[in-house]
């Protein structure tokens, strides 16, 4: 629980959704949808060890070389908390990180959601990514000579909605937050995954959320994601980027609930 900073919000006895926040980000990105489920269900948020208020003595470079480290520190969350199974919303690379969680551990978890999914940063053969690996040396490598501008770079990209710098400044700023080396590390393992054949393990019922417009997560990402689990849904999002727990909460939020509900 102190690891990773585990907060439990809303209702206690109502069902549980845990909300898992994506690369240079932390609990906070999520403090615009979660107000929506705080009186139905039982909500809990936490931090990815390096991020946020999580306890970066925890950080073992080891255990965090792939996202089944990740995994199974969410896999220990939710097995302490003991109120599975659990509906998992994971946005970004936490997306895949619940794909795992709930390949290893099926029984606890109830329904995942993965907002702006992506199995496979980089384009393979037919299969389009979005990124090539010429753009991850480029991008580790910007990280490496300035990572403060590389933030403040980036997260524009990111985010979209080019009308609406604030929701740029925000994300950069939360970069910022993060330790650098942990976080370069953490880009490599992020962008570098390969999560393509986990995806036929995973058989619950799952909400895949995809952007338009989304700079990290293209939607050939997204409908190869939907197209490959055996039990999904897909829903295109009038949000654009690839970060709607930031730019359109209310949508976000909507979306989960109408899933949670059918």
Known sequence: MAR?????GGVPGRPVVVFSHGFGCDQH???AVTPHFADGYQVVLFDHVGAGASDLTAYDPG???SLDGYAADVV???VELGLGPVTFVGHSVSAMIGVLAAASRPELFERLVLVGPSARYLDDGDYVGGFTA??????LEAMDSNYLGWSSAMAPVITGNADEPRFGEELAASFCRTDPAIARQFAEVTFTSDSRADLARVHTPTLVLQCAD????????????????PHSTFRQMAA?????NLTAPEETARLIVEFLGS
Request: no cysteine; hydrophobic share 45%.
């Open 29 to 31: 990105m999520w403090v």
């Open 4 to 8: 990773n900073n585990v907060q439990v």
């Open 240 to 244: 654009t980027g690839h970060t709607p």
């Open 76 to 78: 220990e969350i939710v």
């Open 214 to 229: 989304d700079a990290i997560a293209p939607a050939t990402a997204g409908r190869y994601v939907h197209e490959h689990l």
């Open 134 to 139: 010429a753009d991850i040396d480029e991008m």
């Open 63 to 65: 255990r965090y070389a």
